[in-house]
């Protein structure tokens, strides 16, 4: 009877564990799926509206599918979209039709939510774009003194995010500014000139403030993300900001492209995401990265970054673009990192004009070849990564 139980008591054991290892395997099993909270798995879908306008067409399993769609089924839960002041000049492209607007933001915003993903609004504080070397004013405030533009900052984030409450649309995260490397709304907060990064300061305050203030009456409180872009130059900007009182923020956004990085090796992403995690107290994601997966172009458009702006160990090819996309995530995770957000995956040729050419400068850093067709860097998104 004893020797009965014991095997009865085995067989138990070994069922139990059987079990056991059958949970863990259905844990693995299948696509992944985030929370936009946990780890945003982004991409900034901005420029869809206007390549659809111009015949833009996105397939998956060889059948055209709405992109955000797409993108919600390999695991997106995350879309960026820019927001531009008074966009006259795309207008001027387009008879008459503004992109990157209020309105077509709110357009980008409403498809992302049907698909399900949560958003990250990024104001330029601009009528173009806003980077590095060119933080314009809006033709707006051009002529406004310190005091209004610093209050012109604040009265305008505010109707921005309460029209888009007014629709349902508020978003999870937003940006003040793009790329603030050198400053915004020059000449007034560039960097280096007398009074620039006290005037830096103030004007990021004051559309900080004004996202705070907003949040008291919103069911959805926005996260408040700074953007710096390129890893060198990350410690000295949030070094900065703390000097100038710049701490009441929740993302510090990092724009990492091997093209333009001096550090762009895996090891050296986990480890200064780690160290501005640890000094600024604030989470931290990339909001801005692409790889190329060719160096073919699918227009007369010449591209912005070529098959030899990569980075060693990952091929200019579409299972290149893959593997880099699947380390950086995990590097990011492994620094602590909250996100990842790619620009322009769907950015691809179609007969729109940007200005600079008809077509796109970008479709070899899209999620889709030359005909539209989704790419294997698209299932970065849904694979099972390693959290600490």
């Known amino acids: 009877m004893k ?11 070994l069922l139990l564990l059987a079990a056991c290892h059958r949970k863990d395997a259905d844990k693995i099993e299948g696509p992944a799926r985030y929370a936009w909270d ?31 769609e797409i993108f919600r089924s390999y695991g997106a839960n995350t879309v960026r979209v820019r927001l531009w002041h008074t966009p006259a000049w795309v207008a001027g492209l387009n008879s008459g039709t503004y992109y990157s607007d209020l309105y077509s933001a709110e357009k980008t915003i409403r498809r992302a939510r049907q698909a399900g993903m949560a958003v990250n609004l990024d104001i330029h504080y601009s009528d173009r774009w806003a980077d590095p070397h060119h933080q314009e004013k809006p033709a707006a405030w051009a002529s ?11 009265q305008y984030t505010l109707r921005v995010l309460q029209y888009l409450q007014s629709k349902n649309l508020v978003p999870e995260m937003v ?13 007034d907060g560039k960097t280096d000139v007398p009074q620039g990064w006290p005037n830096f300061a103030a004007l ?32 000295p900007w949030v070094q900065r900001l703390k000097e100038y009182q710049v701490t009441d923020y929740d993302i510090l956004g990092l724009s990492h492209y091997v093209k333009w990085s001096e550090m762009p090796a895996m090891q ?8 501005l995690k640890q000094f600024t107290g604030k989470q931290v994601m990339v909001v801005e990265t692409a790889y190329p997966w060719t160096g073919e172009n699918a227009d007369g458009y010449g591209n912005i970054i070529s098959a030899t702006d990569t980075l060693a160990g990952y091929p200019c090819s579409p299972q290149g673009q893959l593997s880099y996309m699947k380390d950086l995530v995990q590097a ?21 004009n940007d200005g600079w050419g008809i077509g796109s400068s970008w479709e070899n850093n899209c999620f889709f070849d030359f005909s539209g067709h989704t790419l294997p860097v698209i299932t970065y998104m849904q694979q099972h990564y390693s959290f600490p």
């Open 38 to 68: 946990k780890f945003s798995m982004g991409a900034d879908l901005s420029y869809v509206n206007q390549v659809e306008d111009y015949g833009g067409v996105y397939k998956d399993s060889g059948t055209v599918k709405d992109v955000f």
């Open 332 to 352: 990011i995770i492994n620094g602590g990192g909250s996100g990842v957000m790619y620009w322009e995956p769907a950015w691809i040729t179609s007969s729109l």
């Open 268 to 275: 050296d992403v986990t480890s200064n995401i780690k160290s």
């Open 204 to 235: 990021l305050n004051s559309g900080i403030k004004a996202v705070r203030d907003f949040a008291t009456g919103s069911a959805i409180k926005p996260k408040i993300i700074l953007h710096v872009a390129q890893l060198q130059d990350a410690a």
């Open 3 to 13: 020797k009965n139980n014991t095997l009865i008591l085995l067989g138990t054991s």
């Open 144 to 154: 406004l003194g310190f005091d209004v533009l610093k209050d012109s900052v604040y």
């Open 175 to 187: 940006q003040i500014g793009n790329e603030n490397n050198n400053g915004m709304l020059w000449p």
